[in-house]
């Protein structure tokens, strides 16, 4: 009879990857298809101006299109009548265009912000569930370490390693410490 073990084979994991990065990979990129499928079809739509007007194409289309513009209007294209030879409406035009151009820009930076925020809040959960956990094994190594009579060189620090870290106190004392006050 087959050993269970056998019968099963773990999927491949790509080199120093480990199961459960893999499985944070995963879940992370999972997250964020949900997010782009719930968002709005204003952040959508915000989301595309903004990656096309960052884009090397948007700028080559500017650069034809004003290149154009400027060339007729100066008159070195021959043939072609002027339409704004003062500039007013291709100045008026570019500033329209600006206008809305960061409008979607603020559209997305807040969103992003918001995004930011949420990952900064998990951050520091994590590190403040990273930082409980390892306070509970100084805790559990010192107590062994007494138990079997083992002195360490750390052992004068074993306390304060083994008290929890308060973060709001954290935050207060950064507050307090900052010279802008903020």
Request: charged fraction near 20%; proline fraction near 5%; charge should be negative.
């Amino acid at each position: 009879m087959l050993a269970r073990d056998s019968l099963t084979v773990p999927p491949p994991q790509p080199a120093g990857m480990s199961p459960v990065l893999s499985r944070n990979i995963a879940s992370l990129a999972e997250r964020r298809r949900r997010a782009a499928a719930t968002a709005s079809l204003a952040d959508r739509l915000s989301d595309r101006i903004t990656a096309f007007a960052g884009s090397m194409v948007f700028v080559a289309l500017h650069a034809v299109v004003f290149g154009t513009w400027v060339l007729v209007n100066v008159g070195w294209i021959p043939g072609v009548p002027r339409w704004d030879e003062t500039f007013v409406i291709l100045g008026t035009t570019a500033s329209v265009e600006a206008i809305f151009l960061s409008t979607f820009v603020l559209i997305s930076q807040n969103r992003m912000t918001v995004e930011g925020r949420e990952r900064a809040d998990l951050d520091l959960q994590i590190s403040l569930l990273a930082e409980h956990e390892i306070t509970r094994l100084v805790a559990m190594t010192a107590a062994i370490a007494q138990r079997l009579e083992i002195a360490t060189e750390a052992d004068g620090e074993v306390a304060e390693l083994a008290r929890d870290v308060a973060p709001e106190a954290v935050l207060d004392e950064l507050a307090a410490r900052d010279p802008a006050g903020g």
